[in-house]
């Protein structure tokens, strides 16, 4: 009799290591919305400036900056659960009590409070990511970097919908105070994790010197062909969908004059469940069409459903249309976010997963952070149908790059071992 075996697509998605990375995607994105787009709302509802807002975004710095101190924590090693969960455990029970004070505090007459709170908060965040991201290229063999990718991704939006569309909603009714404590709370799941997740399977030693840390990732990377062009990729993939996003929450209050409760259930509900769908199937089709194919359709789709916000923009207050356009922005966006994430773990070296991981995902980070001041100015002096109309346009110079690296990036694709160093020979 013979035995039917599952497709390898299929035995890749259920795999028990995604389950870790699912629940670890989640305490990573959890603190992300409540310095950032729920935090924004809190403020607009306030009566902040939309300048103010814009410059507020820059409390999101560390993101861009982690590669400073990511050689510190793969260079040293807290006592206790391993070299990458022992500081994974720390910095979400710090995580736990800078959210529990920031929820504490009163926008309208402590705002240095909350801009320093925040500026921590994201500090702690980006710390977390370090070491989570760096356990996840070390756990993974690259065949499962894609459905990995996308458990890291479900739980990271999972997360987002919880501290924005659940925050949103609860703070509508129960207020601000409350709903910081409960995502305060929240962030135990995080701990208990981490204390019962595997160690990778391989465990490459630790650099032997703080030097040796800082200086070995970046020559390595940099010596490789094409290493100009990969940085690049990195920048710019995720600009446009940075821009769409960077006052979506103020957009769809003030703009088109939808309530906060409103806000809640679509943008960040709905808009955060469409995510979810694209970051699902963006899992699946990676593993039948391979990183190239799944960089450049994905990206193509993402860039292009930003046009979506643009004919909202001109439509005005319409639920119809708010849905529709915050759906397929998502969808597009957890595809592109997927297929971008399997690429870092793929550039990244094994011996420097920590360091390189964190100086590839903060320079695309830039993208998110820097376009908050330019993301106000623009949406001022412009209005808002013509924002999008750009944000859409600053896409297309990652895809054109994409073409260049065509070559090197369907030889990665048919790697069965360690891809970075091979990439571009």
Known sequence: MRVHTPPSWLRSLTHPHLRTLLLLGFSSGLPLALCGSTLQAWLTTAG???????????????????????????????????????????????????????????????????????????????????????????????????????????????????????????????????????????MGLGLLTTVRAPEPAHREAGPISLRQAVVEPLREFLQRPQALSWLGVILLFKLGDALAGALSSTFLIRGVGFSIVEVGMVNKGIGLMATLLGATLGGVLMTRWGLYAALLRFGLLQNAVTLCFCALAWKGHDLGWMVGAVFLDNLGSGMGTTAFTALLMSLCHARFSA??????????????????????????????????????????????????????????????????????K
Do not use: N
């Open 48 to 186: 902040a400036s939309l300048q103010t807002l814009g410059w507020l975004t820059l409390v999101g710095l560390p993101y861009t900056w982690k590669f400073v101190w990511a050689p510190f924590m793969d260079r040293f090693i807290v006592p206790f659960l391993g070299r990458r969960r022992g500081w994974i455990f720390l910095t979400q029970a710090l995580l736990m009590g800078l959210i529990l004070t920031l929820g504490h505090s009163a926008p309208a007459t402590q705002p240095l409070r909350i801009a320093l709170l925040a500026f921590l908060l994201a500090f702690v965040a980006a710390s977390q990511d370090i070491v989570i991201d760096a356990y996840r290229a070390d756990l993974l063999p690259p065949q499962r970097r894609g459905p990995g990718a996308a458990a890291s991704v479900l739980g990271y939006r999972l997360a987002m919908l919880v501290s924005g569309a659940l925050a949103l909603i609860l703070a509508g009714h129960w207020g601000w105070v409350r709903t910081y404590t409960l995502m305060a709370g929240l």
């Open 355 to 424: 360091t390189q991981f964190a100086l590839l995902s903060a320079l695309a980070a830039m993208g998110r952070v820097y376009v908050g001041p330019l993301a106000g100015f623009l949406a001022a002096q412009w209005g808002w149908p013509l924002y999008y109309v750009f944000a859409t346009l600053a896409g297309i110079p990652a895809l054109l790059l994409l073409g260049r690296l065509r070559p090197a990036l369907l030889r990665l694709d048919a790697i069965d071992g360690e891809a970075a160093p091979q990439i571009g």
